[in-house]
């Protein structure tokens, strides 16, 4: 339809004159390498932190299980589509996280726009941290709730929002990433669970960037001891390596969520050889906590070299201010032979676009050295 062409058209233009238009890349990853755009990069765009995607024994399980039960699943979990291997998923995840039992979704994206709205709604409240992820401020608008954002990371305005606006409302969620996905630091978990308590309010973590990488890989709940977190979602495919969402809960939540979220309920359950994956995935980062220790500790050798504040997690940005100054410094980068996609807002708020650098375990530390002296010389320039 003309008209349609003309309103995709016309919008594609304004976002092109203001460097935000954006294009999906074809990449071929091998390990920490990619080809893009007909060059082989060191990638540091990569949230695989612990490379487990390709790992030999993960690869042999997601073929095992093709063989043997196919590539999809075939129904919706609630159908026929609740695979023996789900329920194993399951159980791995909730022992990890030491919870009585666990949900898996078709994403992460999938789990946050199916849990919030199945737990709150009109008549309640949602506090989110403003830089949490896209799909927990789509779970909070879909719910119907009234939502109120707090300042980064900032506990006393938590309290504030709480203090002005849980009385009158039946059921409160605080959600929050446990790690920021553009920040890389974590959220105060042990003081928002101690706000929650104290308001009658549920926490939610989204542990996407966490699982695997802090918290001996357990995830930001378990970074200074143990902290009560009753909703520890989060995704399969990043240092998992493989694909989907998750929630860890109490045994009533989960059993709540089956009958309730509707992303579960209308949504075909993952499949077999992805759920395979990930459990083969779990076996290593349970049985090998020096491995998983290896993404933080190349994220602090990049920010010790840079002087940059302590990386808390693998994800460090270099926030250099307008998306045209982030995509020139990605392209200087590549011409070093390495990849760092530019992000921009909106996936970032206005005026702090940046390089994201993701470390993973196998970035060889001669690299992330040499990494960090060309940010120092040609993106910092000092
Ligand atoms: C914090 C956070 N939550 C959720 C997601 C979505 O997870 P998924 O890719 O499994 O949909 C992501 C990234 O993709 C994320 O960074």
Known sequence: MRSLDEFAGEKLGVLERAKLRRTPWVTARAGIWAECGGQRLLSFSCNDYLNLSQHPEVVAAAIAATRLYGVGAGA??????????????????????????????????????????????????????????ACIHAGAKLSGATVKLYRHVDIADAEAQLTAHRSGKKRALIATDGVFSMDGDLAPLAALSELAQRFDAWLLSDDAHGIGVVGGGRGS?????????????????????????????????????????????????????????????????????????????????????????????????????????????????????????????????????????????????????RLADVVRQRVLRR
Do not use: W
Request: include cysteine; glycine fraction near 8%; charge should be negative.
């Open 76 to 133: 919706s979990r609630l159908v026929t589509g609740n695979h023996p291997l789900h329920a194993e998923l399951e159980s791995r995840l909730a022992r990890l996280k030491g919870t009585e039992a666990a949900c898996i979704f078709g994403s992460g994206y999938l789990a946050n726009t199916g849990i919030i709205p199945a737990l709150v709604g009109p008549r309640d409240l949602i506090v989110v941290d403003e830089l949490s992820h």
């Open 221 to 369: 709940s378990f970074t200074n001891g143990e902290c009560d977190v009753p909703l520890q979602m989060g995704t399969l495919s990043k240092a998992v390596g493989a694909y989907g969402g998750y929630l860890c809960a109490s045994r009533a939540v989960i059993d709540f969520m089956y009958t309730r979220a509707r992303t579960f309920i209308y949504s075909t359950g993952l499949p077999p050889p992805v759920v395979a994956a990930a459990v083969a995935a779990l076996d290593i980062i349970e049985s090998q906590p020096a491995y998983v220790a290896q993404p933080l500790r190349k994220a602090r050798l990049f920010t010790r070299a840079l002087n940059l504040p302590e990386a808390q997690s693998a994800i460090v940005p270099v926030i250099v201010g307008d998306a045209e100054t982030a995509l020139a410094a990605s392209e200087l980068l590549r011409d070093e032979g390495f990849l760092v996609v530019a992000i921009r807002p909106p996936t970032v708020p206005e005026g702090t676009a940046r390089l994201r650098f993701a470390f993973t375990a196998q970035h060889p530390d001669g690299e992330v050295e």
